[in-house]
């Protein structure tokens, strides 16, 4: 499970020129799933991007998280993060979830975060999308969270995907 995080002042989704979710200061996720993904892996995905620390504190250090910044969530599926881009110059979506596993992990993760987050709010499965951010720093980090058997225990590996 894929979660590339970028702290933004605002960001909304637009489908056919309506605007169907947004938000202002907070983060906007964009979602990839690979086929060994499970819906066991949601809560704890959940977790991290709720708690993962990436808002300055007074000091400027990146201290606090979403939860200690009240900060809006926003989670848009896509398929793209998926892709194998190791060799060729076309991306290959071999290790990508299937449109209907995906899907299913996707609604599952709206209605996790729904429950885990009050302000969470979700782009559209399968639909042609228009997202629009502001990103704050700009910072932007890559999360994984390992699609193995003992997802309690792992922790995921996060690195930094953006300047």
């Excluded at 000091?59 to 998926?82: I, Y």
């Amino acid at each position: 499970m894929i979660g590339l995080i970028q702290r933004v002042e605002r960001a909304r989704v637009r489908i056919e020129g309506q605007s169907c979710a947004a938000i202002d200061r907070g983060i906007l996720v964009l979602v990839g799933f690979v086929r060994e993904d499970r819906r066991e892996q949601l809560p704890r995905f959940v977790e991290r991007l709720i708690n993962y620390r990436l808002f300055g504190d007074r000091s400027g250090r990146m201290n606090l998280s979403l939860r200690d910044v009240d900060g809006e969530l926003l989670l848009v599926p896509q398929f793209t993060l998926a892709a194998d881009t190791n060799s060729g110059n076309r991306p290959g979506f071999g290790p990508a979830a299937s449109p209907a596993q995906g899907k299913e992990l996707f609604d599952e993760l709206c209605t996790v975060a729904g429950t885990a987050w009050h302000r969470s709010c979700f782009g559209r499965f399968g639909a042609d999308m228009s997202v629009e951010l502001v990103n704050d720093g700009p910072v932007t980090f890559w999360i994984e969270v390992p699609s193995g058997r003992d997802v309690s225990r792992g922790s995921g590996a996060a690195s930094s995907a953006g300047a």
